[in-house]
């Protein structure tokens, strides 16, 4: 049985990094949890043990299901029926697989029925993921969007949404329009407000939505009338319970096909304000965004570790000359400069991720106490960090 966490000792090695004691413990509040969940670590070692049990479970997951129905994924893909997406049969079985073992919601707080992970365990997560399918990846990885409700949203938003991403809620975060993609503030999708239904509603189209049809939508949407700019622009979580948006079509892709891109129509539909009006774009969405490349990095290093170890496999397996190709320099030069890259990348990955639960950290304890001076210093220095580092990770684990 296929194991895509032993079988790397690379992810062990970050997992033990000094950084970590400082993240767990500012993570887990000195430990506050173990009096009210039973499931709650009770101190540094504790906790690592449960990091690691739940890596070695998702890696059991990805070599012995996820991996081997990657193919028929690829081949079968999503499809549209009734004006919903329905997923390949792979994917379903990957989603059960999944669910059952508790791997959504890995790094919300207990109380709403996550894991409370640091985020570098579930960025661990998302790499072992993406080796055994990039496609499935995206679907899973879009529960990133349940910290963003985490982080902003109202009370009652957080409690209504955030127990469905523990038991395996679907995400999707609609940006992209017809004429505004990398230009986001040029999003014409209209918000208008119903003062009988006390609700938002949205009218437009959206298009390249990465797991369109999901449960849960985080929609960025023009608020206010007249605008044509980012201050325009609220965020705003729509549920597809309420049948009021449609699937028009999915996009015919080259590779990661197991994730539908989707194109959508909203309909009048009903959906509710995340935070502030106005900040939907210059702050809302900029924070999920970074979250997004995080991802996109851990996609990537998977994908590199997949694409290395198969490439080592057929060194050995193809002959020629009478000898396997692995025994010519040139070939081992290439294998070798593919394990120092993908070792290279993987290690800017982790260390971005060790900033960014930092500081992370920091900011949940501020919204219970105030941080002393120390404290204030040390968020803003990892936040600079994270800032610094999360772009070039993502340019560097996707292009380079």
Not at 53 to 70: F, M, Q, R, T, Y
Not at 261 to 269: I, S, W
Not at 321 to 341: C, D, S, W
């Amino acid at each position: 049985m296929a194991n895509y966490y032993t079988d790397n000792k690379n992810l062990r090695f970050h997992l033990e990094h000094p950084l970590m004691e400082k993240i767990v413990r500012l993570k887990e509040q000195n430990y506050i949890d173990k009096e009210k969940f039973d499931y709650a670590p009770l101190d540094y070692e504790d906790t690592i043990d449960s990091y690691d049990k739940v890596l070695e479970i998702v890696g059991e997951i990805s070599g012995d299901i996820i991996g081997p129905n990657a193919e028929s994924v690829d081949h079968d893909g999503p499809k549209i029926v009734n004006n919903e997406v329905v997923y390949a049969p792979g994917t379903q079985k990957n989603l059960e697989a999944i669910v059952n073992a508790g791997l959504f919601g890995m790094s919300l707080p207990r109380e709403f029925g996550g894991l409370n992970f640091a985020m570098v365990p579930y960025v661990m997560a998302a790499e072992i993921v993406s080796r055994s399918d990039a496609g499935f990846a995206n679907i899973w990885g879009l529960q990133d969007c349940a910290e963003t409700i985490h982080e902003f949203a109202s009370e009652e938003i957080k409690r209504e949404f955030l127990p469905r991403f523990a038991k395996g809620a679907t995400a999707a975060m609609d940006l992209t329009e017809p004429d505004a993609g990398s230009d986001l503030q040029a999003v014409q999708l209209k918000a208008t407000w119903d003062e009988a239904a006390k609700v938002w509603r949205l009218n437009g189209v959206k298009r390249f939505i990465t797991n369109g049809d999901a449960h849960v939508s985080l929609v960025l949407a023009r608020s206010e009338e007249g605008t044509s700019d980012a201050r325009g622009l609220s965020l705003f979580v729509y549920d597809r319970a309420s049948q009021a948006m449609t699937v028009r079509r999915i996009e015919n892709k080259l590779g990661i096909k197991g994730s539908p891109t989707c194109e959508l129509v909203f309909n009048n539909a009903p959906a509710h304000l995340i935070g502030d009006r106005k900040m939907g774009l210059i702050k809302y969405v900029m924070s999920l965004m970074n979250s997004a490349r995080l991802g996109v990095g851990a996609q990537s290093v998977g994908i590199a570790e997949a694409a290395y170890r198969e490439a080592v496999k057929y060194a050995h397996e193809r002959e020629q000359f009478g000898k396997a190709i692995v025994n010519y320099p040139a070939v081992y030069e290439m294998l070798t400069l593919m394990k120092v890259r993908t070792d290279a990348i993987r290690s800017l990955l982790y260390e971005t991720a060790r900033f960014v639960d930092v500081y992370k950290a920091y900011n949940i304890i501020a919204e219970t106490r105030k941080l002393d001076a120390d404290e204030r210093n040390e968020a803003k220095s990892y936040q600079k960090l994270a800032d610094v580092f999360t772009p070039l990770l993502k340019l560097f684990s996707s292009e380079y």
